[in-house]
C-alpha cells in the first residue's frame, strides 16, 4: 500500500500560478504511472495529467502549454506547475499513483481561482 498527500492547493488570481505537490509514504520508482485529476464541484472527476516512470508526460487539452507535471523519484513527490490559472481550473486535485498491482489515490487539495 500506499498514501498519497497532495498540497499546495488555495486561492489564486485569473493568470496566476500554483505548485501543487504530491507526496507518497513510499518510493514511486515502481509506479509507471503517476497523475493528477480533478473534479469541479457538480462535475465528474477529469483526468489533468501524466507522467510515466521514464518521465514522459501528457495533458489534457484543456491545460496543455499552462500547466507542467514532474516526478522526483528521490523525493518520492509529483508536482503540478499550473500556471495561467483560469476560473475553470478551479477544482478539488488529486493525484493518483499506479503500480503494476494497484492503484492509489490522495484526499485531493482544493484550488480556487477567483478574483
Do not use: H
Not at 30 to 44: C, D, L, T, V
Not at 86 to 98: I, N
Request: with cysteine; glycine share 8%.
Amino acid at each position: 500500500q500506499v498514501q498519497l498527500v497532495e498540497s499546495g492547493g488555495g486561492l489564486e488570481q485569473p493568470g496566476g500560478s500554483l505548485r501543487l505537490s504530491c507526496a507518497a509514504s513510499r518510493s514511486i520508482f515502481s509506479f509507471y504511472s503517476m497523475a493528477w485529476y480533478r473534479q469541479a464541484p457538480e462535475k465528474e472527476r477529469e483526468w489533468v495529467a501524466l507522467v510515466g516512470s521514464a518521465g514522459s508526460t501528457n495533458y489534457a487539452d484543456s491545460v496543455k502549454g499552462r500547466f507542467t507535471i514532474s516526478r522526483d523519484n528521490a523525493k518520492n513527490t509529483v508536482y503540478l506547475q499550473m500556471n495561467s490559472l483560469k476560473p475553470e481550473d478551479t477544482a478539488v486535485y488529486y493525484c493518483r499513483a499506479c503500480s503494476i498491482s494497484l492503484c492509489a489515490w490522495g484526499q485531493g487539495t482544493l484550488v480556487t481561482v477567483s478574483s
